[in-house]
């Protein structure tokens, strides 16, 4: 079946700091792949996605880069502001199987410090 | 505004006693989805219903149940056969074509003692 892997947290980076977080899935057919955010005690909020082989999700200064040849999506962010700190998911939606719903990955932890 | 609700934020029950939670969107979406989130974990998906009147089991229906009377609401029943319904419970919906992005409710936690 599909499934998500992410790098374990959390992640702690100073203000200004690069922010990679790695993400490789599985997957039978052609996902699009996303990342949501999730700040403490709320549901999840999208940040990018990308629905095809080198695309490039964008948004808030992330992105994350569509490689099929690697199946990964890494989310990357050039400065983190503390703001950023909250739980990262990866996920992939299979259009091929028919039911739509996301595999996630377990999230990763951001703690960005002043 | 245009969006997913959940209520209550916050809802306690004793042990043996059924529950039901809310979600209603108002984004006319088709597709609407329900997941379950254990601390330090990712999102394992309940129930998802593609259309009202019809609804399908995902990862881990047992000890839940749900209805799609409107195409609005996608109300969730956790059942005293739920081994560990102890949860942060997230619905989401989506519009059911293009890249499948799903939009999410602010989440109800779920305590049971």
């Given at each position: 079946g599909d499934s998500v892997t992410q790098m374990e947290g959390p992640v702690t980076l100073s203000e200004e700091a690069f922010l990679?977080?790695?993400?490789?899935?599985t997957a039978t057919g052609y996902p699009s792949l996303f990342w949501y955010v999730q700040y403490p005690g709320e549901g999840l909020q999208l940040l990018l996605k990308a629905t095809k082989a080198d695309d490039k999700g964008s948004n808030k200064g992330f992105e994350a880069t569509y490689r099929k040849e690697t199946t990964s999506f890494h989310l990357e962010k050039g400065s983190v502001q503390v703001s950023d700190s909250a739980v990262y998911f990866c996920a992939?939606?299979?259009r091929d199987m028919g039911r739509r719903a996301l595999t996630f990955g377990s999230g990763t932890r951001l703690q960005v410090q002043p | 505004d245009g969006g997913i609700t959940q209520s209550p934020k916050y809802l306690f029950r004793k042990e043996g006693q059924n529950v039901t939670l809310s979600c209603e969107q108002n984004l006319n979406h088709d597709a609407m989805?329900?997941?379950?989130?254990?601390?330090?974990?990712?999102?394992?998906?309940?129930?998802y219903s593609q259309i009202v009147n019809d609804f399908?089991?995902?990862?881990i229906a047992e000890g839940y149940s749900v209805s799609r009377e409107k195409k609005?609401?996608?109300?969730?029943?956790?059942?005293?056969?739920?081994?560990?319904?102890?949860a942060f419970?997230?619905?989401?919906?989506?519009?059911?074509?293009?890249a499948y992005e799903q939009y999410f409710g602010p989440g109800t936690r779920l305590t049971v003692t």
């Open positions: 990679t977080i790695n993400c490789t899935y992939l939606s299979d | 989805y329900w997941y379950r989130q254990d601390p330090g974990q990712g999102l394992r998906l309940i129930y399908q089991k995902g990862d609005e609401s996608f109300p969730l029943t956790v059942t005293s056969a739920q081994k560990n319904p102890t419970y997230l619905c989401a919906s989506s519009a059911g074509t293009g």
